[in-house]
């Protein structure tokens, strides 16, 4: 590991993608909201699993689809049309508790607390789990412009306890932020977390000698110790440019430990597939939902759902609580920062649900968990089920 080129400077140039990256940033296309604009690749011949023994969102150019068979697509003059129509949100700096150091560090009871965007700290049965880790200025290749951080993460990098496992649900700059990636590496050279990333993620990590990485199709498993990582389906799309549209896969992540079974969704659209997920993981005790970046709507729809989705998605999941994740940190859409928990209790309601079931956090907000008869770790619908450790 002294010698990894994770040692040295943070910023490493990927000249080409950064260039290409450029030019998406000029036409306002940087991001989960500016990306899908961009006209998707032809020719998406489904493949027929049964004879070839390729899953179905597998496709013979080497991209992914959706379980519906569909790969999100919309056209640049989409785009353009939905900026050109909509007022950009003014920001909102909301207040950002201060975490107990004390009981990060050492806590004495099972907990996750929202840092902010899609990133909590999931600290369960001994474990210290990231979700969609991101503490950098900006969801983008640069440093000068892109979406930039309206609230601080609740805790700095420093700050964080030793890191077992990193889930990455796919690979948009909200979502996978190279920086803080290298930074969770460099400061536990003698043990880094194990990342675990969606299908065709793997190799933009081996570019730069990450240690311990494992990709995964959906519903494949690998186990770690006493707990389970299992990738789920979700409706969403991936780049980082504009030449790697859905070349590589997006996932949500159920994770099973001994007392507890969590699922962060990551970015989705509503779709069957979370009462598929709630049929395969029974007792969901905790799911962290999207409810932010959805308008405008005939644009975000498919890749997005909006607050009375995530209430929907929560009741198809037939999950105990939630907790709303994607609101309130960056401006990627149109929708008023303060409007997605105002939304959520509004849909809690409608729906005749408890509001204190699926609720939205505060920035630096630490909730405990309570502690469950163990779960099986086998479920009927994982098709490759590895151990380690």
Excluded at 6 to 12: A, C, E, Q
Excluded at 25 to 37: P, T
Excluded at 146 to 165: F, H, M, S, Y
Excluded at 374 to 383: A, L, M
Aim: charged share 20%; glycine share 6%.
């Amino acid at each position: 590991m002294a010698d990894s080129p994770l040692l040295g400077p943070v910023k490493r140039s990927r000249v080409q993608i950064r260039i290409i990256t450029h030019l998406i940033v000029l036409l306002g296309a940087v991001g989960c909201m500016r990306s899908q604009g961009l006209p998707d690749t032809d020719g998406h011949a489904e493949i027929d699993s049964a004879a070839n023994s390729i899953p179905a969102h597998h496709q013979a150019d080497g991209t992914f689809t959706n379980t519906n068979g569909q790969a999100i697509n919309k056209s640049l003059g989409d785009l353009i049309k939905a900026f050109n129509e909509q007022k950009k949100p003014d920001p909102v700096d909301f207040p950002v508790l201060t975490p107990n150091q004390i009981l990060i560090e050492n806590p004495t009871a099972n907990q996750i607390t929202w840092i902010g965007h899609s990133t909590f700290l999931l600290q369960v049965d001994g474990l210290n789990i990231l979700t969609d880790p991101h503490f950098t200025e900006r969801a983008s290749p640069f440093s000068f412009m892109g979406p930039k951080r309206i609230v601080p993460p609740a805790l700095t990098l420093e700050q964080l306890p030793n890191i077992d496992a990193v889930i990455i649900s796919h690979n948009h700059y909200d979502h996978m932020d190279e920086d803080t990636l290298y930074s969770l590496v460099q400061q536990q050279p003698d043990n880094p977390p194990h990342i675990f990333v969606p299908l065709g993620l793997k190799s933009w990590f081996d570019e730069d000698d990450f240690p311990n990485v494992t990709e995964l199709d959906w519903w494949q498993a690998l186990t770690l110790g006493e707990t389970t990582f299992v990738s789920v389906p979700v409706q969403h799309w991936s780049a980082r440019g504009i030449f790697d549209r859905n070349k590589s896969l997006w996932a949500g992540w159920v994770i099973d430990t001994p007392h507890l079974r969590f699922l962060s969704v990551g970015d989705s659209g509503y779709s069957a597939d979370f009462k598929k997920i709630g049929e395969c993981f029974p007792g969901i005790d905790l799911a962290a939902i999207p409810i932010g970046a959805y308008n405008p709507r005939w644009f975000m729809q498919d890749a997005h759902m909006n607050p009375d989705e995530a209430v929907q998605v929560f009741q198809d999941l037939g999950a105990e609580q939630g907790i709303g994740m994607h609101w309130g940190t960056f401006i990627l859409t149109f929708e008023e920062m303060t409007e997605p928990p105002k939304r959520l209790h509004q849909a809690m309601a409608n729906a005749q649900l408890s509001p204190d079931r699926f609720v939205a956090m505060q920035h630096g907000e630490t909730k405990i968990l309570e502690a469950n008869q163990p779960y099986p770790s086998e479920s009927t619908c994982i098709q490759n089920e590895k151990s380690s450790g």
